[in-house]
């Protein structure tokens, strides 16, 4: 990476580090997400053994960065500026929508012969990815909540994890196998 896109990517860089709620909102959501991901992969049974081994040795390395990002979110929360936190009411829940939705790239669909973007595009909006999608962000809002970060809980936040103004989930979610939905 030169030029310009490495500017802009270092002016991010720099803004996350200078954003340390913000920072640790996204770590989890770049936790959450894979450990569900991994979870549904190595507990199937058509998961070839060696995958689901590792998936599920992953799991267990990748626990203590969850824990890690829990346990500083409250004091992180506690010490951050009011455009900070708007950034992790408002802002966070956009990104980490785009974020769960390129952990499937195109180029999977188009591995199979499907058209990528199309696919990837009328996928987004199937029930089981929502349920997924729902499932994968609940805890970060359970962390927000905990953290104190939120009593009500914001729109975008509501939309991106499928649940009420008091963090509880909404009801409806299809089944997803090896997740307890609402
Ligand atoms: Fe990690």
Redesign the pocket.
């Known amino acids: 990476m030169h030029g310009v896109p490495l500017k802009i990517a270092s002016l991010q860089i720099r803004s996350l580090i200078h954003n340390p709620a913000l920072f640790t909102v996204l ?1 989890l959501a ?2 959450e997400i894979p450990d569900l991901l991994q979870h549904l992969a190595s507990e199937h049974p058509d998961t070839d053994p060696l995958i689901a081994a590792v998936n599920r040795y992953h799991r267990a ?2 626990a ?3 824990s890690f990002a829990r346990t500083v979110l409250p004091e992180m929360w506690d010490e951050a500026s009011a455009v900070e936190r708007f950034r992790v009411l408002r802002v966070a829940p956009i990104g980490i929508r785009g974020l769960f939705d390129l952990f499937v790239h195109p180029g999977v669909y188009e591995s199979i012969g499907l058209p990528g973007w199309k696919t990837w595009r009328a996928v987004r909006s199937l029930p089981t990815r929502v349920a997924l999608r729902h499932a994968a962000t609940r805890p970060i809002v359970a962390a927000l909540r905990d953290a104190g970060a939120v009593t009500t809980v914001p729109k975008g936040w509501r939309d991106l994890a499928g649940v009420d103004h008091a963090g509880n989930p909404v009801p409806g979610d299809v089944r997803l196998p090896g997740i307890a939905t609402a």
């Open positions: 770590v770049g936790e390395e990748e203590r960065h969850l």
